[in-house]
């Protein structure tokens, strides 16, 4: 199964919006709506703040929203702040594996 | 609140065996499916295994299969991967994570552990 395709960088300045894309197959993003995004700082476990495409857990500001279109699933944050600075994974259910994550990008907030 | 507490990772030699332990809490264990996930250093997550609330039912990474096996003790709530024939790119920190959705898997992980690292080396 390969994994999930997202930009290696992203940046933005405070109070910005950006996206990160990720591209998938039909046998996964395309095919399901399981799709889930991960906020995770240096050192320290994975954060859930997006499920089944655009729902966010307790706790999530809803500056981070998540939508898909196709096989590619997206999540915006609007309103950069600087402790949005981390890497973000994407990750599907997926019909053979059962699941696939993304190679992750880094954000950056400048 | 939900913990998840992993033990068990160190330094081995290549072909040699380790066994990670996941200690669950602040929920009911035997309702829910789990899962290991890696991440090698400075690279992305990799999944690695699922087991089913029961331990029926079971899934694995083709870079594992045959090699590592999930198994459970909900009377214990603890989760376990034995990791036979270990490798040099089986390095990474290993994490339990929790599947929220306690009726079909959804491939979404809402609780993590903190990790702990299993580094294959001679």
């Known amino acids: 199964q390969s994994a999930l395709t997202q930009p290696a960088s992203v940046s933005g300045s405070p109070g910005q919006s950006i996206t990160i894309s990720c591209t998938g197959t039909s046998s996964d993003v395309g095919g399901y709506n399981y799709v889930s995004w991960y906020q995770q700082h240096p050192g320290k476990a994975p954060k859930l703040m997006i499920y089944?495409?655009?729902n966010r857990p307790s706790g999530v500001p809803d500056r981070f929203s998540g939508s898909k279109s196709g096989n590619t699933a997206s999540l915006t944050i609007s309103g950069l702040q600087a402790e949005d600075e981390a890497d973000y994974y994407c990750s599907s259910y997926t019909s053979s594996s059962p699941v696939v994550f993304g190679g992750g990008t880094k954000l950056t907030v400048l | 609140q939900v913990q998840l507490v992993e033990s068990g990772g160190g330094l081995v030699k290549p072909g040699g065996s380790l066994r990670l332990s996941c200690a669950a809490s602040g929920f009911t264990f035997s309702d829910y499916y789990m899962s290991w996930i890696r991440q090698a250093p400075g690279k992305g997550l990799e999944w690695v295994s699922y087991?089913?609330?029961?331990?029926?039912?079971?899934y694995y990474a083709d870079s594992v299969k045959g090699r590592f096996t999930i198994s459970r003790d909900n009377a214990k709530n603890s989760l376990y991967l034995q990791m036979n024939s270990l490798r040099a790119e089986d390095t990474a920190v290993y994490y339990c994570?929790?599947?929220?959705?306690?009726?079909?898997?959804?491939?979404?992980?809402?609780?993590w552990g903190q990790g702990t690292l299993v580094t294959v080396s001679s």
């Open positions: 087991i089913s609330s029961s331990g029926s039912t079971i």
């Open positions: 994570a929790r599947e929220p959705n306690i009726v079909v898997v959804t491939a979404t992980f809402d609780y």
């Open positions: 089944e495409v655009s």
